[in-house]
């Protein structure tokens, strides 16, 4: 393999990292929020608003619905507004974090809907504010859970950064298109393939070893 195809993958890795941990965070910042929310809200949650809950679960469901190659183009517009261009790493984050967003909201309700129920009773026995059940109960006991749920997420973008290489948003995506596909070099295509794999084995093992630290 030649210092020029290790120099493209090197610098495309490195792309699909930002994109990756820039989405993800975002996803986790703007999620969590809205999980909670869910919790809170239904039916004998710690502010029982059921319509409000039916209603945000709606929405956080309908964006989830919508496939993200589709999500891309229609996001054009906004990416454009946000970041200027359509194009780049930096423009992807975008369409990768609105997608992110619902995903990992919907994957952290499950695991605050584990915590045991008698905790949260016991804490509000005690006069525990709402905001002291999810400081100090919710999240703690959640945690483990959540942070399978934040790798799930990673992986999952992976995924996603690779398929908006196909509108030019670079990474690994990208250079698998215009080098390897369209220029029918296979060992660029091979090559990229085996570095999604190893990053997402990477990430995989790096938050099993997280979670089961902290269970």
Same mark, same amino acid.
């Given at each position: 393999?030649?210092? !020029? $195809? ?21 996803? *986790?910042?703007?999620? !969590?929020?809205?999980?909670? @929310?869910?919790? #809170?809200?239904?039916?004998?949650? $710690?502010?029982?608003?059921? #319509? ?5 679960? @709606?929405?956080?469901?309908? #964006? ?9 183009? @229609? !996001? ?7 970041? =200027?261009?359509?194009?780049?790493? +930096?423009?992807?984050? *975008? ?22 129920? &008698? !905790? ?6 005690? +006069? =525990? ?24 997420? @990673? ?9 908006? =290489?196909?509108? +030019? ?15 029918? &070099? ?8 085996? *570095? ?11 938050? &099993? ?7």
């Amino acid at each position: 393999m030649s210092r !020029l $195809i290790l120099d493209l993958i090197a610098h495309a890795t490195i792309e699909t990292m930002e994109m990756v941990l820039a989405s993800g965070l975002i996803a *986790v910042i703007g999620g !969590l929020p809205l999980a909670i @929310l869910l919790i #809170a809200t239904t039916p004998g949650g $710690i502010l029982p608003l059921p #319509a409000f809950s039916r209603v945000l679960g @709606l929405v956080i469901d309908a #964006a989830r619905a919508v496939p993200f190659m589709i999500l891309l183009v @229609l !996001l054009i517009p906004v990416t454009r507004l946000i970041a =200027g261009t359509a194009l780049g790493t +930096g423009a992807a984050i *975008v369409p990768l974090s609105i997608a992110a967003v619902p995903y990992f909201a919907r994957i952290a309700e499950v695991s605050l809907r584990e915590v045991d129920h &008698n !905790l949260v009773d016991a804490v509000r026995a005690m +006069g =525990g504010t709402r905001w002291m059940v999810i400081r100090f109960v919710l999240l703690p006991e959640a945690l483990p859970g959540l942070i399978s749920g934040v790798t799930v997420t @990673l992986v999952t973008l992976v995924g996603a950064s690779a398929m908006a =290489g196909v509108i +030019g948003a670079g990474g690994l995506g990208d250079l698998a298109i215009r080098y390897g596909y369209q220029r029918f &070099n296979t060992t660029i295509m091979l090559s990229v393939v085996a *570095v999604l794999i190893a990053l997402v084995t990477l990430m995989q093992a790096i938050g &099993n070893g997280l979670a089961r630290r902290l269970r």
